[in-house]
Structures are given as C-alpha cells and as structure tokens.
C-alpha cells in the first residue's frame, strides 16, 4: 500500500472519533505533525518509505486514545445529572411496574379469567420498562447537550456548606437473595391463585384412570384477590429495596404493615367458612392456616422489637468533638 | 514497576515546561526534541493534545505557517495569560522542591 495512504487512514480515523466541530482543524495538525515525524527521520517530502510511516504512525498510538485526548471528555448524562436521572428513572419504573401489577389484578378480579399468556405478559412489562427508560435517558441526554457542561461548571462554582450534609439513615444491607426469592414466590402465588387454581388439587388414581378434584373452596378462592394485593404490593417494596440495596426504616415500616395486611386477611380466613372442597382435609388445613398465623405474628414482633432496638441504638450516638 | 506513577508525575511537569518552552515560537515536533534532549519524555499523545488544551484554556497562541512553501505547520507562542499562569506555576513549582527538601524527600538514601 502507498505509505500516503496509511496516513490518510490514520488521520481519517483520529478525525471520525472527534466531533466534527473540532474535526478539520486537528486533521490538519496532526497530519503536519507526521510530516514533521517523517522529516526528522529524513524521509523524503511526498515520499516516505511505508516502514517509517507505520513507525511513526505506531508512535502516535491507537487513532481513538489521541481522539480521546484532544476532545474535551462526552457524556451522555454527567456527574451533576446523573442523581437526579437514576432517582426519577428508579421512581418512574417502580411505579409502572406498580401500575402493571394493579392492572392486571384489576383484570383477574373483574373478568374472572386468568392470564392466557404469562410470558407474553411479562415480555409485554419488560419491553414497555425498556421504552421507558429509552425515553428518560434521551430527555436527560438532550439536557445534559442543551446545557452542555454548564451544570457542571455551575456545581463547582456554588460554595459548600458542610452543615448541608444529609444525616445519617439507620440502613441495613439487603439480602438480594432472599429479596429475589420472595419477589419468584409473590409473582408464582399470583399466577397459580388467580390464573390457575385447579393445579392445587387432588390427583386420584382408580383402575389406572388419573383424575384430579380440586382442593380449595369457593371461600378460600374469595380470598384469592386480597392476598394478590398483598402479594403485588410485596413484589414492588421488594424491587425497591433491590434497587436501593437496602433497608431503611421507611421500607421496614412498609415491611410490618404488609405483614399485619397478611395477618388480618389469615385471621379472617381462619374465622370464615371451609378452606378446602374437602371437609375430610379441613381441620390439617386450618391447622397449617393457624400455624403460619402464629409465624406471620412472630415475625412481625421480631421486626418490631428490632426496629425499636435500632432506633434507640441510633438515637443514643451523639456527635462528640475528637 | 511505577511507570504509571512516573508517566503522571512527567505529565504534570510537562505543563510547566511547554509553557516555559513556548516563550519563543515552537511548533509541537520542536518541543518535543526539546523536551527529550533535556531529559523529559513525554509522549506525542500526550504532548500534542495538551499543546491544543492550553491554547483552548488561553495560556497559548498559535498560527499556521507554511514551511518551506510547501506544507503548513503550527507554530505555538505563548499567551499574556500563559505568561502569568508560567510565573504563578514556576513559583510553584519552586515551592514544592522546597518543601519536599523540608521533608526530607529526595535527599539520598543513605542504608
């Protein structure tokens, strides 16, 4: 290849990594500053050897590393933007989520009829999140174009109060794996409860033929919307928790008044009518309705005694001068 | 081991030189000869964009030239403000010797 050539596609290469604004003029430059290279090692003005070239070329380094150092850094969403971006993004996903959620409790409860797809479904939620988020990222994208650095500059420019630093949250790490498991656990209650009860059955066998009888009653299935409701709104504390990594006292508060929702609606199913279409099964059922009433309300005054015990912990650490 | 470090700490230093280089007219291969014969090694990725973010922050002037009537060449001089900002950075830069020799740092390790 004509050593020229190698030059052109160097320079054309550091040029399309700039923006174009800037583009001409360190094209221009840098190809005078090969010619200077070239010079200097004595290769002949319009003619240098392809090897010293590609020498040259090498020392100059990767075309994008020397693009990178002449332009001023790009980003899409920067420093002082990025906050205000993650929070509004974390917020406005939660809440269609929510709203996904609601909606399709909404459509269980009214028409009666389960969810004929679910992965559709869900695909449905998880391409409508995507668009969503496409969208928040372009308007802060054209933000952080519009006020080009301005914000930044700004930022830096505003003088600091120390007295303005946030106080200190009691938080607690989450457990993703656990948080992750209740969220598949909410998410399969809710299909099976609503979309497909008959699967909690009873499978008989008789002279080879397997037929199955449903096990829960028309009371119990009355229940299926109140508990879908606490389920769903478990689903969208434990996203929240996910998203933020851990607890804090307002998302534990939400935690203890989800568990006294769960007792209130067990407590009513244990005084209500048969659970099951089974009245020979229907005391082992209440029993193990009862038991997990009596692990529910365990629960709830550990989370309490905790909560409780960490306040006044917190309360109890005074700001000392060293 | 540390080239990392060193290749920063060069860079910084690089600064300070350019500017006092640019007092008479350079053009970006000039002082890049001139920053090599007395010792500093500095990249033509680094030296090169850095010549244009001075320009860019007002510390130098530059024009083009053709050279030989052949082909054009930046030539860098340096700037009113750059001759402040190379006072301001050379006091400094004076400072910063001083203090370290305070700390003991740099005197030869004697084991």
């Known amino acids: 290849m004509n050593a020229q050539e190698w030059i052109d596609r160097y320079v054309n290469a550091v040029g399309e990594a700039l923006p174009l604004r800037e583009r001409g003029d360190v094209e221009a430059e840098i190809r005078s500053l090969i010619q200077d290279e070239l010079e200097a090692r004595g290769a002949a003005l319009g003619n240098p050897d392809e090897q010293t070239v590609l020498s040259v070329l090498e020392q100059f380094g990767r075309p994008e590393t020397l693009a990178a150092r002449y332009a001023a850094p790009r980003v899409l969403i920067g420093p002082t933007l990025f906050p205000i971006f993650r929070l509004v993004t974390t917020i406005v996903l939660l809440v269609l989520t929510g709203v996904w959620i609601f909606g399709i409790v909404v459509n269980l409860v009214l028409q009666q009829q389960g969810i004929t797809n679910p992965f559709a479904t869900f695909a449905g939620l998880v391409g409508g999140l995507f668009q969503v988020f496409g969208t928040i990222v372009f308007v802060f994208a054209l933000i952080e174009t519009f006020t080009h650095g301005k914000l930044e500059a700004e930022a830096k420019e505003q003088a600091w109060n120390p007295r303005t630093l946030p106080k200190i949250e009691q938080t607690e790490r989450a457990k993703v794996g656990e948080v992750v498991a209740g969220i598949i656990f909410n998410i399969l209650a809710i299909l099976v409860f609503n979309a497909y009860p008959e699967w909690i059955s009873a499978i008989n066998i008789t002279d080879g033929q397997v037929t199955s009888t449903p096990l829960l009653s028309a009371n119990f299935l009355a229940f299926a919307p109140w508990l879908t409701v606490m389920w769903s709104l478990e689903i969208a504390l434990s996203a929240y928790v996910l998203t933020q990594g851990r607890w804090r006292p307002l998302t534990r508060l939400l935690e203890i008044g989800l568990s006294v929702f769960g007792l209130a609606i067990l407590g009513w199913m244990l005084v209500s009518g048969p659970l099951l279409a089974w009245p020979a099964l229907e005391m082992p059922a209440r029993l193990i309705v009862a038991i997990v009433f009596a692990v529910t309300a365990v629960e709830l005054l550990v989370q309490v005694y905790r909560m409780v015990t960490r306040r006044i912990a917190g309360s109890g650490t005074p700001l000392q001068a060293a | ?111």
């Open chain 2, 1 to 111: 081991m540390h080239e990392n470090l060193a290749s920063e700490l060069r860079r910084g230093l690089a600064v300070l030189a350019v500017l006092g280089l640019c007092e008479t007219l350079q053009y970006g291969y000039s002082l890049k000869q001139r920053l090599a014969e007395a010792g500093l090694e500095v990249s033509e990725g680094t030296l090169y964009p850095l010549l244009r973010r001075l320009e860019t922050q007002g510390l130098l002037e530059s024009r083009w030239e053709v050279v030989d009537d052949q082909r054009p060449r930046r030539y860098y001089l340096l700037s009113t403000a750059g001759k402040a900002a190379l006072a301001q950075l050379t006091a400094e830069w004076k400072n910063l010797v001083d203090t370290l020799e305070r700390l003991g740092i740099g005197k030869e390790v004697t084991v």
